[in-house]
């Protein structure tokens, strides 16, 4: 998607490498012809909200969809016991599922934040440091290990490769490769490749370094990294829609439009089919990329079932907008971790220099924006793009969620998304809407 000045949510970063990074950039910043018609479940009407402000929320969430998303979940909560929710979808989508505001979602790399609360608590009970070498942990599994320490995988400054860049892991991205990755394959993937720049030294994002990272707490632990975020996270929040997929998991996704509030279905993903995909890629993009999964209208396929063995602790949790806005609560407001961890996490580093206005701690991102300061992060995987965002206090969160990445390649449907975001985390603040959120580009 495409940022203007006032933007405060950026577009996915980190895209100095080619491969698989390179591929969702050019989506996010390419052109795709955008689809019509949508059909809508009405927004909540809290009693209290701002009326007007709410139905320029849902207004722009319409315009999002005509311009291309196939369906969007939002979810605000203003701190002040005030909820909006919002979902919509494309008419044709109908015909998998019923978009609803409390479905399931696969969070991508929001999963990161999630990780690192377990490292966190880990090293709250001095069961690990933050200034452990890797080695220590997972002796020989990659370059440099005895100079990599945990908090440099923590906050990209590892130097190591990004496993989702290499040709083989693109493969599986894309659904083409059904065969399922282990953890240690996929770090294996990301090492085969050169460094980036010398431990410490540098700022790069990189999956492999949160592979490692959940390798590092099973190790610590003698627990699988699925249980450690169920024992330590979803069950005392009772975030009973949340949970880390491995490779071996299905959610076929598929319902009657009888989820309940204690069962509530997995959103349908979807992406552009090969024709429509294929103007997006980049030189040197491996010949005969594109999704697999059920060809749907308006030149899209389902994407819902992708292999999701690449994920795991690097963008593997599927969740709710409400369970995930519970947890950014809890996680922001101290109930998750010590004051002392808690400050570690939100000491940040710079990005990348096109975005000034993010920067990056151990698994959590501080956003400056025109409404105020946010915490937080987003995802992508096939089908699903995320984000999610809470004050300093933890006190009001807000959380868009879109069932396609690659459909929103077109400058109008990058700025109908962003726009989105944009009124959604200003929503949350207690702001106006800004006039750029609520005027996407045409």
């Known amino acids: 998607m495409t940022a203007d000045t006032t933007a405060f949510v950026s577009p996915p970063r980190h895209r100095h490498q080619a491969g698989l990074t390179l591929l969702v950039a050019a989506a996010l910043t390419g052109t795709l012809g955008a689809c019509g018609g949508a059909a809508a479940r009405q927004p909540s009407a809290p009693v209290g909200a701002d009326v007007s402000q709410q139905a320029r929320l849902a207004e722009l969430v319409r315009q999002d969809v005509a311009a291309g998303a196939p369906g969007v979940i939002v979810r605000v909560d203003d701190g002040h016991g005030r909820t909006i929710e919002i979902a919509r979808q494309a008419s044709w989508s109908r015909a998998d599922h019923t978009l609803a505001a409390k479905d399931k979602f696969r969070m991508g790399s ?32 990659v370059p440099n290990g005895s100079a990599i320490t945990v908090r440099m995988l923590l906050n990209h400054t590892s130097g190591l490769f990004d496993y989702t860049d290499d040709p083989d892991v693109l493969k599986a991205f894309t659904g083409q490769d059904t065969r399922i990755w282990t953890p240690e394959e996929l770090i294996a993937a990301g090492v085969r490749h050169d460094a980036l720049f010398a431990p410490g030294t540098d700022y790069a994002y990189s999956n492999t370094n949160y592979v490692a990272l959940g390798l590092v707490a099973e190790k610590a632990t003698g627990h699988t990294l699925g249980d450690l975020i169920q024992q330590r996270i979803a069950g005392p929040l009772h975030l009973r829609n949340t949970y880390l997929v491995t490779g071996t998991d299905t959610d076929s996704g598929k319902d009657s439009d009888a989820g309940t509030a204690k069962s509530p279905v997995l959103a349908h993903g979807y992406e552009p089919d090969a024709a429509r995909l294929a103007p997006l890629l980049p030189p040197g993009t491996p010949a005969g990329t594109a999704f697999a999964g059920p060809a749907r209208s308006e030149g899209y396929v389902d994407t819902t079932w992708v292999n999701a063995s690449t994920e795991w602790a690097a963008g593997g949790m599927v969740s709710t907008a409400r369970d995930w806005a519970r947890f950014d609560s809890a996680l922001l407001s101290g109930k998750l971790l010590p004051a002392a961890q808690l400050k570690e996490m939100k ?73 989105v975001v944009n009124a959604a985390v200003c929503t949350m603040l207690g702001k106006p809407i800004p006039a750029t959120a609520a005027s996407p580009a045409a």
């Not at 999630?114 to 200034?131: D, Y």
């Not at 990005?351 to 300061?373: A, D, H, Q």
């Open 110 to 141: 929001n999963t990161k934040t999630m990780v690192a609360t377990v490292v966190l608590q880990l090293v709250a009970e001095h069961r690990l440091k933050l200034s452990d070498p890797v080695d220590a942990w997972l002796p020989g599994l």
């Open 347 to 419: 000491t940040t580093v710079a990005e990348e220099s096109e975005f000034p206005n993010r920067r990056y701690g151990l698994g959590l991102e501080k956003v400056t924006t025109p409404c105020g300061t946010v915490w937080g992060h987003n995802g992508q995987v096939p089908g699903y793009s995320s984000e999610a965002y809470t004050d300093a206090t933890g006190r009001r969160t807000a959380s868009v969620l879109t069932s396609t990445i690659f459909g929103l390649a077109s400058p109008k449907a990058g700025a109908a998304n962003q726009a």
